[in-house]
T-cell receptor
Framework: GNSVTQMEGPVTLSEEAFLTINCTYT??????LFWYVQYPGEGLQLLLK?????DKGSNKGFEATYRKETTSFHLEKGSVQVSDSAVYFC????????????FGDGTTLTVKP | GAGVSQSPRYKVAKRGQDVALRCDPI?????LFWYQQALGQGPEFLTY????????KSGLPSDRFFAERPEGSVSTLKIQRTQQEDSAVYLC????????????????FGPGTRLTVT
């Protein structure tokens, strides 16, 4: 079946540091890939997505590239801010099976001033 | 417009009680999903509706779990005879379109219902 493995947390960084959160997946077919973010006390929000190999999703300074050869979708940001502190979830949507999503276990990011 | 709403936000049930969790999707969204999120883990798929049709219920953990969406809008997840292992956050998500369209799988999540079974 489908699965998503993401880098274990928690991750603690200083403001303006470079961020990478690793995500790899296993899937049949050609899934769409997503990063969701959950800020404290709020629901899951879509951060960015990529629907085919070599696509780059980007939003709010975050980027992730769909790498089919390494089955990866690593999240990066060049300079994190305190307001980026949240839980980040990598997910895939199986385009051949009703679009239901499989999520990783989440990575908690804390950014200190 | 308004996002996905869920009620109640918090529910405490005694073991053996029945509970009903409600989801109001974004108006016009065709697809509706239910997920279960245990503490410290990612959401896990429970069931999926396209309009009023329940197309996939493979993630429901037992026959105590039942979901419906009779008019293709509001959905209710019902758990009968709750057990302690049912304690989790139950998330509802909706999507504008169904499968088959490029990029059509962006899901909008509600805030969740935190169920605690004592």
């Amino acid at each position: 079946g489908n699965s998503v493995t993401q880098m274990e947390g928690p991750v603690t960084l200083s403001e303006e540091a470079f961020l990478t959160i690793n995500c790899t997946y296993t899937a049949t077919g050609y899934p769409s890939l997503f990063w969701y973010v959950q800020y404290p006390g709020e629901g899951l929000q879509l951060l960015l997505k990529a629907t085919k190999a070599d696509d780059k999703g980007s939003n709010k300074g975050f980027e992730a590239t769909y790498r089919k050869e390494t089955t990866s979708f690593h999240l990066e940001k060049g300079s994190v801010q305190v307001s980026d502190s949240a839980v980040y979830f990598c997910a895939l949507s199986d385009n051949t099976n009703a679009g239901k999503s499989t999520f990783g276990d989440g990575t908690t990011l804390t950014v200190k001033p | 417009g308004a996002g996905v709403s869920q009620s109640p936000r918090y529910k405490v049930a005694k073991r053996g009680q029945d509970v009903a969790l409600r989801c109001d999707p974004i108006s016009g969204h065709v697809s509706l999903f239910w997920y279960q999120q245990a503490l410290g883990q990612g959401p896990e798929f429970l069931t999926y509706f396209q309009n009023e049709a329940q197309l996939d219920k493979s993630g429901l953990p037992s026959d105590r779990f039942f979901a419906e969406r009779p008019e293709g809008s509001v959905s209710t997840l019902k758990i009968q005879r709750t057990q302690q292992e049912d304690s989790a956050v139950y998330l509802c998500a909706s999507s504008l379109v169904g499968p088959g369209l490029a990029g059509g799988y962006e899901q909008y999540f509600g805030p969740g219902t935190r169920l605690t079974v004592t």
